[in-house]
T-cell receptor, first 112, second 110 residues
Framework: GQQLNQSPQSMFIQEGEDVSMNCTSS?????WLWYKQDPGEGPVLLIA?????ELTSNGRLTAQFGITRKDSFLNISASIPSDVGIYFC????????????FGSGTQLTVLP | NAGVTQTPKFRILKIGQSMTLQCTQD?????MYWYRQDPGMGLKLIYY???????DKGEVPNGYNVSRSTTEDFPLRLELAAPSQTSVYFC?????????FGQGTRLTVV
């Protein structure tokens, strides 16, 4: 099956710093998604990307759908304490009952 | 807005016991999914359903069963619990590309 390699596995950053994480796949996806999971909660959608090369922002978050359709990155600018959590990338193929393939997650810790 | 509701939130099972994890959604979504999340891993798909009466296996279906008699409900059944099923289980429903997750059920099998 498809596999997503997400890196880094964890990050410790100072408040105010920018963060970057990425995902690469062994196969192409039609849609890339980025989710955030707070402790004790289910993941929540942050950004959805639908076209190769697409660059989309949501507040301090920016994500890009790679040209090859096999990768995506997420940037968080000027991090704040509430950015703490686990960030997951997910890929989706059209016509696959909308199944999502998830990366292994990036655990983000923001230090004051 | 209730969204996706899972019960119970926590459960400890003995090896060989059975249980049903409940999942209900009030958004009238046809697509529903069960995932398990193990530490340091992403979410692995157990079973999914594209509508009432239709279910199919995901990546890790062994040891589980599901049913979908209504659009709202998608219970996950463990018949003979094993320690390898210790995990956090998430139910989700989907509208287009956005998946809405429940809060999860933390299951420990001892």
């Amino acid at each position: 099956g498809q596999q997503l390699n997400q890196s880094p596995q964890s990050m410790f950053i100072q408040e105010g710093e920018d963060v970057s994480m990425n995902c690469t796949s062994s196969s192409i996806f039609n849609t890339w998604l980025w989710y955030k999971q707070d402790p004790g909660e289910g993941p929540v959608l942050l950004i959805a990307l639908y076209k190769a090369g697409e660059l989309t922002s949501n507040g301090r978050l920016t994500a890009q759908f790679g040209i090859t359709r096999k990768d995506s990155f997420l940037n968080i600018s000027a991090s704040i304490p509430s950015d703490v959590g686990i960030y997951f990338c997910a890929g989706q193929l059209s016509g696959s009952a909308r199944q999502l393939t998830f990366g292994s997650g990036t655990q983000l810790t923001v230090l004051p | 807005n209730a969204g996706v509701t899972q019960t119970p939130k926590f459960r400890i099972l003995k090896i060989g016991q059975s249980m049903t994890l409940q999942c209900t959604q009030d958004m009238n979504h046809n697509y529903m999914y069960w995932y398990r999340q193990d530490p340091g891993m992403g979410l692995k798909l157990i079973y999914y359903s594209v509508g009432a009466g239709i279910t199919d296996k995901g990546e890790v279906p062994n040891g589980y069963n599901v049913s979908r008699s209504t659009t709202e409900d998608f219970p996950l059944r463990l018949e003979l619990a094993a320690p390898s099923q210790t995990s956090v289980y998430f139910c989700a429903s989907m509208r287009d590309t956005e998946a809405f997750f429940g809060q999860g059920t933390r299951l420990t099998v001892v």
